[in-house]
């Protein structure tokens, strides 16, 4: 238990459909993020937040939005997803967004595109 | 830019034995930290070390070390008496102002 939960754990979802991923922590950081995690391949920054700013989109498609309403709660919005969007969703969270931190981890929400 | 490359895909190691997990990185920060996480079959990625560029004195916990070369930008996992448990994908990551850089990974299997 790293003190940051992820809902759903898994996600079976067509490419017509809309659905969010839910990241919360429970240690008091400022910074969150989402990484993309597919098979064979190293993990992907996708987004970063700073203080509830998004500090951070690495050319992400805007199929994926995220939100940050507050510092312990983080969204991904999915909508006319791909077949290849198909990974391993991992939350993070770390105590600030520009330091030298280390960053603790969810679950992760595993979503299949069909 | 910055670069993490892990050259072993996958370790076999008997139960008890000693395995060492390779790592270089290439950076042209001169603050940065690195770590070695863990990611069992749950998928849980979970801390194991870290170490400050800063300090030359290497990092160790419990039954894990680390053999931090920063001239040769190398950053290698050592996991003594290894157990079932520590089977897991490993993963080298670089981290500074806020962000991390992973290597592909090492899949460790610790064997009977």
């Known amino acids: 238990e790293t003190g940051v939960t992820q809902t759903p754990r898994h996600l079976v979802m067509g490419m017509t459909n809309k659905k969010s991923l839910k990241c919360e922590q429970h240690l008091g950081h400022n910074a969150m993020y989402w990484y993309k995690q597919s098979a064979k391949k190293p993990l992907e920054l996708m987004f970063v937040?700073?203080?509830?700013?998004?500090?951070e989109n690495n050319s992400v498609p805007s199929r994926f939005s995220p939100e940050c309403p507050n510092s312990s709660h983080l969204f991904l919005h999915l909508h006319t997803l791909q077949p290849e969007d198909s990974a391993l969703y991992l939350c993070?969270?770390?105590?600030?967004?520009?330091?030298?931190?280390?960053?603790?981890f969810g679950p992760g929400t595993r979503l299949t595109v069909t | 830019a910055q670069t993490v490359t892990q050259s072993q895909p996958e370790m076999s190691v008997q139960e008890a034995e000693t395995v060492t997990l390779s790592c270089t990185y290439d950076t042209s920060e001169n603050n940065y930290y690195l770590f070695w996480y863990k990611q069992p079959p749950s998928r849980q990625m979970i801390l194991v070390i870290r170490q400050e560029a800063y300090k030359q004195q290497n990092a160790t916990e419990n039954r894990f070390s680390v053999n931090f070369q920063k001239a040769a930008k190398s950053f290698s996992l050592k996991i003594s008496d290894s157990q079932l448990g520590d089977t897991a994908m490993y993963f080298c990551?670089?981290?500074?102002?806020?962000?991390?850089?992973f290597g592909a990974g090492t899949q460790v299997v610790v064997t009977p």
């Open positions: 937040y700073s203080l509830e700013e998004r500090v």
């Open positions: 993070a969270s770390s105590p600030e967004g520009q330091g030298f931190y280390e960053q603790y």
């Open positions: 990551a670089l981290g500074s102002w806020g962000k991390l850089q």
